[in-house]
């Protein structure tokens, strides 16, 4: 048998009826207000869909011309044309989808690509791209291109150039590259003829590599410079 209800129980308002009377009324006094509301709400949810589609169309769009670039590097035995397809292929990418994770790291290998060519002019363009692109680095790939620029001036015979990009490259995220980092600063200084400096950098490189056979190339240059 159910519970009687009290009269102060029965006389008293349901909470639940008495928010949705409140409610109610709420949107009759305020109808277009009410509906300019909802229909905001509504926008926002569907641009909120669109812009997320969007993206990951841009993204996985922008992944598949990086990953079709990248076989044409990978062949063992690749041919001038198979490096003219991932220049081409790189270019396209940056274009079509500049904000894309993939054109970052395209700008990155387009300079890798021109470098191996002998083109450094554009090897230095590329990678100069790259390193104005990222906002972050936590992979080291910031590290490779600003060494990579301190090879191409190091190349070009410009060595003080070359000197500015691999003592930047060494104050960034350099884990596991800090001997390749400080050796590179050291040869430098070395073609400049400041064997101190040179001879200093040469013993941190040692102090930093398990390289057996880099481990004897620095103890050579270092005994040759003491």
Known sequence: MAARLSKKELKGPDIFQSSIEKITDFISENKTRFYVIVTAIISAVIVAFAIYFYWNNYQSSAVELYNKAQTYIAKTNAKPDDTKDSIILFKELIDKYPQSWSARMARYHLGNVYYNLG?????????????????????????????????????????????????????????????????????????????????????????????????????RKISSLS
């Open 119 to 219: 083109d450094i002019d554009n090897a230095i363009s590329s990678y100069k791209d790259y390193i104005s692109s990222i906002t972050s680095d936590n992979a080291g790939i910031t590290f490779l291109a600003l060494t990579s620029l301190g090879y191409c001036y190091e190349t070009k015979k410009d060595f003080k150039s070359a000197l500015t990009y691999f003592e930047e490259a060494q104050k960034g995220n350099n884990t596991g590259f800090e001997s390749i980092g400080y050796s590179n600063i050291g040869r430098i200084y070395e073609l400049l003829n400041e064997k101190k400096k040179a001879l200093e950098n040469y013993q941190n490189a040692l102090l930093k590599t398990a390289d057996p056979s880099m481990s004897l190339f620095l103890k």
